[in-house]
């Protein structure tokens, strides 16, 4: 999420420069180096996945994994089945999951559908998110190379950092949906040229297109992004009046223009996420708001890098690790900002923006090494239930921080090199990064500034992220062997009953058979009996019965109303059959079924239960 730099090219100005007359070999080759070292390190980062990527989820978030890999598999089952995206009976049936009011990712699961027709949802998956992030450190370099800098090199270093920062790759543990920023730094680049004289249109209509297509893959990303934007606008407003002044109405024009076009584009679908079927209002007490970073985080070397250690988890480790910067790239970053912030506009608004969402992503109460201190923090000033703030977490609003600090590593090293002979034109008089004034008596300089940037960057490069092995699903239902039992209009019931707690394996039966058969319960947020959202189907008496059964590892006492509760239950399911495969507490889920709703049958590798005498 690159910031543009308004002195090298204002709002006012074009910022594209003129080509480089220079040959153009020597740019293509490092662009194609710049990009393979990113696509490499998005298959370090995977590499623990591909060692067997049929039967390996995330260690760290297992069913969000399985999440995802059910994701991909509703975009191809809407693909084939030309059903509407925006909403799905596949999971939660009868009721049924909003998935505009999920983290659908839809803008890449319906693209990729024929793919995932083709190879599968576990090996989608791992394709994509490797390439995600290499995505992203492709767009970030590209924006940096040729709007911001003027160092390839710097340019790597800063795209490098965007892609793969602690705080992105520590969501690469089963959350796809924010290492996919690759448009992020598009849709910064098109903000910082809706000014553009006789351009408004087109800027307007290329940040409109952005916006829309992001909403698509992760609405809360695009809400950090516009945060960051408008304090950056704000900031620039603030430092350059007059020259805002000269530019607002052209500015005003192309986001009406951008904001317009986006609403056009997804009025449908944002109607449907807020007012269509198990759509709901918030989060149930809130659950989000009280996650703040640790002051400690910021210092801390984080569990995914090659200095990081999984213990500090258990003190200061208790919600995400969106900072997790280290001390040697603090201090860098401090020393850059001192140095820089006086002759760089860029890094002035780079101070504003680290200044302003360090402080927001402390939360309501600040902590430090894992101990709430007492302090309040400026969360606790924050009503709750304020339109989209009660559903944020402040600490993810410290990804703008990385953000900012990635810009950084890339002005720092360009400063460092000199300014180098890039694309972007001379900056004007007193205004930013200088030129090549590395005089004799100077030299030194550089190579200490390339080795602090370098010292404080390679204890942050990725670890391949840990996965463990799940069990597959059964035979039974990978062959196809339910056909016979679930026919149009009816559910398989797998046991145990998929949850956000429980049935991370029963949950992928769904997904590795692209949604071949209806299941209750699962994985999202849907709304309660007073509208806020909660995770997961509410639980019924079968339900409950069941993940009681399974967490003491013993049959309770079981009723007749037990018994007749459980018809109900799969009445209400429209179940046909109810199956149980291997699993850790597979007799005594299969003792507690039978009790339930009488003896099984042995059908290949699982226990069946044919209900349908039993609902009708």
Not at 110 to 128: D, I, K, N, R, S
Not at 261 to 270: G, N, Q, S
Not at 525 to 544: C, K
Not at 599 to 611: A, E, F, K, N, T
Request: aromatic content about 10%; charged content about 15%; proline content about 9%.
């Amino acid at each position: 999420m690159p910031v543009v730099d308004p002195s090298l090219n204002s709002v006012s100005e074009p910022l594209a420069a003129e080509p480089s007359r220079r040959p153009r070999r020597r740019p293509a080759r490092a662009d194609v180096l710049a990009i393979g070292a990113y696509v490499l390190l998005g298959v370090l980062v995977c590499l623990n996945y591909w060692v067997d990527v049929q039967n390996r989820v995330s260690s760290h978030l297992p069913t969000d994994h399985s999440w995802f890999e059910w994701l991909f598999s509703h975009g191809a089952y809407s693909v084939r089945h030309l059903e509407n995206p925006l909403f799905t009976a596949r999971q939660n049936a009868p009721d049924g999951v909003n998935m505009m009011a999920n983290t659908s990712l839809l803008g890449v699961t319906l693209p990729l559908a024929p793919l995932t027709m083709l190879l599968g949802p576990q090996v989608v998956y791992a394709l994509y998110l490797g390439a995600a992030l290499a995505a992203t450190a492709g767009t970030s370099y590209w924006v940096l190379s040729r709007h911001l800098v003027r160092s390839r090199a710097a340019a790597f270093v800063g795209g490098a950092f965007l892609g793969f920062a602690p705080g992105i790759v520590h969501h690469a543990n089963g959350q796809p949906n924010f290492v996919s920023n690759f448009l992020l730094p598009l849709i910064v680049l098109r903000v910082f040229r809706l000014g553009e004289p006789g351009r408004w249109r087109r800027n307007g209509v290329v940040l409109g297109l952005l916006v829309a297509y992001q909403i698509f893959i992760n609405e809360e990303m695009l809400l950090l992004t516009a945060l960051a934007c408008l304090v950056a606008v704000v900031a620039y407003a603030v430092m350059r009046p007059a020259r805002t002044r000269a530019v607002a109405g052209t500015f005003a024009a192309a986001l009406g223009v951008g904001g317009g076009l986006a609403l056009l584009l997804t009025a449908y679908p944002i109607w449907f996420q807020f007012n269509g079927p198990q759509s709901y209002r918030g989060l149930q007490g809130g659950v989000f708001h009280s996650w703040g970073e640790d002051l400690a985080a910021f210092v801390t070397f984080a569990r995914d890098t090659v200095a990081g250690d999984e213990a500090v988890e258990q003190t200061i480790g208790l919600t995400e690790q969106n900072t997790w910067f280290g001390w040697p790239l603090v201090l860098l970053s401090l020393v850059a900002l001192v140095l820089l912030v006086r002759r760089s506009f860029t890094a002035r608004i780079l101070a504003v923006l680290v200044v302003v969402f360090t402080v927001a992503s402390i939360g309501p109460t600040v902590r430090l090494n894992g101990v709430e201190t007492g302090t309040a923090g400026p969360w606790s000033y924050i009503p709750d239930d304020l339109p989209l703030v009660e559903m944020m977490m402040p600490t993810r609003l410290a990804l703008v921080v990385a953000a900012a600090v990635g810009v950084l590593l890339a002005l720092a090293w360009d400063a460092v090199n000199g300014g180098g002979r890039g694309p972007v034109p001379a900056p004007r008089s007193g205004d930013d990064t200088p030129g090549d004034t590395a005089g004799p008596r100077r030299r030194w300089l550089r190579p200490v500034g390339y080795a602090a940037i370098v010292l404080a960057v390679l204890p942050l490069v990725p670890r391949p992220l840990p996965a463990r092995p799940v069990e597959p699903p059964p035979h039974f239902i990978t062959a196809g062997g339910w056909r016979p039992y679930v026919p149009a209009g009816r559910t398989l019931v797998p046991v145990p009953i998929p949850s956000n707690v429980h049935g991370l394996p029963t949950l992928r039966w769904s997904a590795l058979t692209q949604q071949a058969f209806p299941i209750p319960g699962g994985y999202f947020i849907g709304p309660n009996e007073l509208g806020e959202g909660v995770f997961g189907a509410p639980n019924r008496p079968t339900s409950s019965l069941v993940y009681t059964t399974m967490d003491k590892n013993a049959v309770p006492a079981l009723t007749d109303e037990n018994r007749r509760q459980a018809v109900e239950d799969l009445r209400f399911w429209k179940a046909s059959v109810v199956v149980l495969g291997a699993h850790p507490r597979e007799a005594v889920l299969r003792e507690l079924m039978t009790a339930l709703i009488g003896p099984p049958q042995r059908v290949d590798d699982v226990w069946l239960w044919d209900v349908r005498p039993l609902v009708g």
